[in-house]
């Protein structure tokens, strides 16, 4: 096994075994994975405007709905660290496939719950199985796409898990109008049965027995470990986790932000929302146009700047001037806007520097960031819910954390994982 992987900017990108012209080919790939991407936070919250009622229906208090919540978040960051290396030992597609199918079987699970404690054993093995669709559609990326293609692809990944977040209540809401708790579940199990026909037909093997890791599951979970142990890999991973743990705090905390202290309805907030979305994706976006001529590290630099500058702004404006709507709206819009650079400038490098073992870097960058996402949520409603003064100071330090690990530890002035840059060699041991 190599202790460092060669540089693979200048490859062609290619999409193996499909037919059809390369371009077509290309875009109908990255399209299926964009969806397979989102498989996994839709499955998070589109049953949340539900809650009121399963726990009338399911007889259960508060605390054990929302531990559904912690189940399904569980399952995305075990999953993707379980599949994403085991994908570099024996492929890809069976992995995928598996992970859809069964996907679509535990969604039925819950929609058929009985009781609580099959909803959460349900939510958990959900979540493992959706993880497939996260961890291997980074995975099969890199596997197809080089050079400065890729960085544009993952900027597309990044804006839909952008969006899915802002996408799945709306959707359950509308699910709930007609129907009950339990028919958002179905949904999903049908949009899980389309991508396992659509994955089985159109998303070929894109990892040849001749590229696997060799020495069998320990082998590849070796490797594992020795990502853990490359700085700059590390370092991005974390500029990815805290940024994502910077936008579950506002998730969790900003509907209480509008809708208690500053008296929205349902209807405005959701406004509110899509608006600092559409920022968010605006800037992946950017990214995407400018990730050909400007470097991914200085993209990367300015987007945790921006997101820092907006949560900084939020926390100065409370403590000084008080809440307001203008300046609350603006600062968080500020910092998703930073976020949408963040996340696709970070998932590029890292897995650029993991380029031996995409399925392991793809792993190692989901699961940590689901990880300290699942993390954070809570803490807002610990802090007390009379100010918006938690989440915007609990977003403001994940994002100072974001800016420590990618400046002590990726040093971006290194130009470490850029196109044409040779990769730093990996601890052999």
């Not at 990108?13 to 936070?41: C, D, E, M």
């Not at 995407?288 to 939020?314: C, D, I, T, Y």
């Amino acid at each position: 096994m190599p202790s460092a992987p060669t540089s693979r900017a200048e490859a062609p990108a290619t999409v193996p075994h499909s037919p059809g012209s390369p371009v077509k080919r290309a875009a109908s790939l990255v399209a299926i994975l964009a969806v397979l991407t989102a498989a996994g936070p839709l499955a998070i919250d589109m049953y949340v405007p539900g809650f009121p009622e399963m726990k009338e229906s399911l007889h259960a208090g508060s605390s054990a709905i929302q531990l559904t919540m912690t189940a399904v978040l569980a399952g995305l960051v075990v999953g993707q660290l379980i599949i994403g290396p085991v994908s570099d030992s024996i492929g890809r597609r069976k992995l995928l496939i598996g992970g859809v199918i069964g996907y679509t079987a535990m969604s039925l699970v819950c929609a058929l719950a009985p009781g609580i404690g099959v909803l959460t054993a349900g939510r958990f093995l959900q979540g493992v199985a959706g993880a497939a669709g996260m961890v291997l559609a980074r995975a099969i990326l890199t596997d197809c796409f080089q050079g400065r293609d890729l960085p544009r692809y993952f900027a597309l990944l990044a804006q839909i898990l952008g969006a899915a977040p802002v996408v799945a209540p709306i959707v359950g809401g509308a699910v709930l109008a007609v129907s009950g708790w339990r028919m958002v579940f179905v949904v999903l199990a049908l949009i899980g049965a389309v991508l396992a026909v659509v994955v089985v037909i159109q998303v070929p093997e894109t990892l040849p027995p001749e590229r696997r890791h060799k020495g069998g599951l320990s082998g590849t979970f070796r490797s594992m470990g020795r990502l853990t142990r490359h700085r700059a890999f590390i370092g991005y991973v974390l500029v990815l986790s805290f940024a994502s743990a910077a936008l579950f705090a506002y998730v969790s905390g900003s509907a209480f932000v509008f809708e208690s202290l500053h008296g929205f309805s349902a209807t405005s907030y959701a406004l509110v929302f899509a608006v600092n979305a559409v920022g968010m994706l605006a800037a992946g976006a950017v990214f995407g146009k400018l990730a050909h001529r400007v470097p991914l590290n200085s993209l990367l630099l300015a987007g945790v700047a921006v997101a820092v500058a907006g949560a900084l702004a939020q926390v100065l404006l409370v403590a000084t001037v008080g809440e307001t709507v203008a300046g609350t709206w603006i600062s968080l819009f500020v910092v998703t806007t930073g976020i949408g650079m963040v996340f696709p400038a970070s998932m590029s490098l890292g897995q650029a520097l993991g380029g031996a073992t995409p399925g392991a870097a793809s792993a190692l960058m989901g699961g940590v960031q689901f990880l300290l996402g699942a993390a954070a949520s809570p803490l807002v409603g610990l802090f007390g819910e009379s100010t918006s003064m938690p989440m915007a100071a609990i977003m403001l330090v994940s994002l100072a954390l974001s800016g420590v690990a990618l400046l002590a530890l990726s040093r971006p002035w290194l130009r470490q994982g850029e196109a044409g840059q040779d990769e730093v060699p990996m601890p052999a041991h």
